[in-house]
């Protein structure tokens, strides 16, 4: 454990000034106005500054102050994680570091210990304190991702905007990062605790990010008598049960109804969870500590008979669309049809209330297809977004926001293969089939190859792809 | 002065071209419809599918109208799952027990009888107007606090929508007014004639059922002929970009729509392609937005030609171009069915569909149980479920039983949160509605019930233990006031 000091903790934290700008997912080259934010951060080992991924997501320029220091430093990004809402920020000027001392980062804090955060939250132009207990600690979702939940802490201290990133103190040592709130709940803020803290810092040292792994499997809990009778189970209270098997891992070393009784040395409770660090929390967390590509030893019960294996893990790529995404949007345009990968961020362009407009088929395909139909899930769902006007495409029936089904024949898995299904093509007309029951559409081939140039001249693209 | 004369004029060549007798003035209006039109009380249950075994019962008043053979035509909506039908003439007095004798959801109508003789006493049938007018002004009636009233509507078109209980499209009368709370059978008249009853309403706009299918309706069956309604079980798309009929290699003028899909239904011949394109129905052509000329309403949509003049069984002359050429095909139109959907629409005159077993409590999937989520239920619902109201039946897989909750009880410990789960296979068998469930349930495997739900549920399987299931479905009905633990409807409604 590190047993590092910070006399005066605060001239460690920095107030962060972020200017981004965001895709528009629904017509991809184009983007948002630049918007500026403030958040906070605080001097790790290594003239390095921590703070959370939403902070610095999507900027173009990133400008960091010391305490009571009103000059501005230019910083950049040297690792993000976005699945735990963590970055590492690198200042050009070497003199920023200059005077200051790395906060330490400490342990997980007990329940109803007192806690401080400090940072630069909206409403004033000073540096803030607060103080508050840890209310919970417990696995909940992460909203930068928003389809991934670890471990996080829940207190009444005050996390207000502008808190994000800011350190969270006990005993002058870092026991979280400020970073989400809950909307409607008062005196509830959250913190991202030092296992997941030390888990990020462990995995860059590398100079790769790769994440937080999966067991890639469903857990159940296995509470009724009759079904642990059935499985043949001795002890009447431990171990859950595998449902489903996701990863190929999974796959290849568990079964279903398996019954997992120990991860990484934490006993399994029937409801699935495990007992870490006097906290009884899902047993997801102890997969989680791993690195990806570790193996973590787990014991599983297996038509009556105890099994120790050493089951590897990894970091599951493949909901990638189903969560917010911080690379550019993919698309590619062809006689104005705007071709992009239907995710969760190009739904969100359907407003506020996305998910109510998009209608069950856009949902299913996105959300439920690759757990309920595996062999017919596709690796990049692809979208017509949008007809550009031209004469070309007057005609078409559809006008965007519909699902591909296939182009020329080629049923369609990525962008990749629009592309070729459409510049490979040599018959006289383009057929795309689109699914929900629309049926199909054509385009003349000549007239739309004649027509592409034109078409980004007028709609003032650049590019007609970004693949 | 030359003008007055010309309108007249027209006004009188309107008249004798549409076969609608002059308006009568309004006293004349009350004397004549106040012997016609009848107020109808029904009592009826409500069912609420999250307990299907609770039912409450709500009455509706509504209007129908008397027609030959001394029995009240009505809209068939708000008559399904009836316990008492009660009749009242004048608006006011007396009110007689009715009976219902005929009734079809699809069509949206129901004719009623009384049997007291002293209810048909100076009362008389209307007169049916054939065809009905497209324009025009035309009054409204219903009784209201014992007084007819009587309130004017425009006539806007004769179109073709969706019939308000099936899955089908008809021919419906679409009219403007300002008057609120129209839907309830009202008799829309035009002088002494009825031109259909009031169905649906949305903002200032009001659709009837006309006069005509009405009248077509009681013709058949006043000779004992067929009435089932049919309909065209495909999808079809406008033929408006000429690239598309280019590669289906249509010569001459555009024309025609391409059909996208066909729905497949059990015993039905299909005779049609996706990438047909469809050309002619029943002799009328079909244009390239789906329309053909009616002669007597103009432009109406396809549709409307599976139900003019025709019905379920029937053949249907249609003309194709499939791959570069023509194909004149006979289209048999299938009869409109709930039970031929895998999530009916609808499951009338019966109490739902039910099996508890241990607490578990086990659903036919239908819309119905859908709309347990609200008007907005295709939003709110699971996405899961409402995904499978798309879904095509199968000879293996015609229907769907769901796991729709638990009633909490030691013997099903740990699946109290289980609910909205698709059954997919019960002690080995595969499951499509509640008596394959009952039987699968009856064949244990070495003492246990092995329940298995489609994969990418939350949870895919749950054991019972067999032995303790007869001990703890008795428990939990009388804890949960259940009167039985199964029920299922003997055929469903057509």
Known sequence: MISLRADEPEKSVIQIMTFSQEPDWDEPWNASRVRGSTGSGFVIEGNRIMTNAHVVSWAKQIQVRRFQDSRPHLAEIAYVGHDCDLAILTVEDPTFFEGLNP???????????????????????????????????????????????????????????????????????????????????????????????????????????????????????????????FLKLES????????????????????????????????????????????????????????????????IWREGQLLEIALPVEVNAQDRLEGNQYEPPKYFVYAGLVFTPLSRDYLTTFGQNWSAVAG????????????????????????????????????????????VESINGIRIDSLEDVVRALEDHEGSHHVIEFGERLGFDCLDRNEAEKANDAILQTYGIQKDRML | ???????????????????????????????????????????????????????????????????????????????????????QKGGRGEWFQASLEWIDYHLN???????????????????????VPATGEARLLRWNDGRLENRKLDINRLRVGRSPLSFIDLPQLELDSEIEGIGRSEAIVVGDQLIGLAVAQARNKCAAIPSFLIHEVLTRLEQNQPSEVGFFNFYWKKSENPAAQDYLKLTGPRRGVIITEIIAIAGHQNVLKAKDILLSVDG?????????????????????????GRWAGDQVAMTLWREGALLEVAFELPRANYQ????????YDMPPAYLMAGGLLFQPLTEPFLRSWGRDWERRAPVRLVRLKGQAPSEENPSCVVLSAVLPDPYNLGYQDYRYLVVHQVNGRRIVDLPGLKEALELPVEGFHLIEFLPGEAVTKLVLDAQRLKDATQRVMFKYRLPTDYVVGESGTP
């Open chain 1, 236 to 299: 009447p209270s431990d171990g859950a049960r595998v449902d489903t098997l996701r990863s190929e891992s999974a796959k290849a070393f568990l079964k279903e109804d398996d019954v997992l009784l120990e991860i990484n040395g934490y006993q399994v409770a029937a409801d699935a969870t495990i007992l870490y660090e006097g906290n009884q929390v899902h047993g997801a967390i102890a997969f989680s500590q791993a690195q990806h590509g570790q193996e973590v030893p787990v014991k």
């Open chain 1, 360 to 403: 069950i088929g856009l949902l299913y395909e996105l959300f439920y297809k690759r757990n309920a139909e595996p062999e017919e899930v596709r690796s990049e769902p692809i979208m017509l977004s949008t007809v550009l006007s031209h004469p070309v495409n007057a005609n078409m029936d559809i006008k965007g926001r519909v699902l």
């Open chain 2, 284 to 308: 009328f052509d079909i244009d390239i937005m789906g329309d053909y000329d009616d002669p007597t309403y103009g432009k109406l949509t396809l549709e409307r030609l599976a139900t003019r």
């Open chain 2, 109 to 131: 109508l129901a004719l009623l009888k009384v049997q007291d003789p002293a209810f048909w006493d100076g009362l008389q049938p209307v007169e049916f107007a054939d065809p």
């Open chain 1, 103 to 229: 906060l330490p980062i400490g342990v997980l804090p007990k329940v109803r210990s007192v806690v401080n955060t400090i940072g630069y939250p909206a409403g004033g132009e000073q540096i803030s304190f607060t103080s508050g207990v840890v209310s919970r600690i417990e696995l909940i979702n992460y909203v930068q991702p928003g389809n991934r939940s670890l471990l996080a802490v829940q207190t009444d201290a005050a996390i207000n905007p502008g808190n994000s990133g800011g350190p969270v103190l006990q005993d002058d040592q870092v026991v979280g990062v400020a970073f989400q709130g809950t909307p409607g709940l008062e005196n509830t803020g959250f913190f991202i605790p030092p296992p997941i803290i030390q888990h990020f810092l462990k995995d860059v040292e590398d100079g790769v990010y790769n994440g937080f792994p999966q067991a890639g499997i469903g857990l159940s809990p296995l509470i009724n008598p009759a079904y642990r009778q």
């Open chain 2, 1 to 87: 002065m030359k003008q007055t004369i010309w309108s007249i004029s027209v006004w009188g060549w309107l008249i004798l071209m549409s076969g609608i007798k002059p308006a009568l003035m309004a006293d004349d209006v009350i004397d004549r419809w106040s012997s016609s039109l009848i107020k109808i009380e029904v009592t009826r249950h409500q069912y609420e599918f999250f307990q299907p075994w609770s039912r409450r019962t709500a009455s509706n008043v509504k209007f129908g109208v008397v027609t030959q053979g001394e029995q009240i035509i009505t809209a068939a909506e708000d008559l399904f799952d009836q316990t008492t039908i009660r009749v």
């Open chain 2, 340 to 347: 031929s959907e895998y999530v009916p629409t609808a499951n």
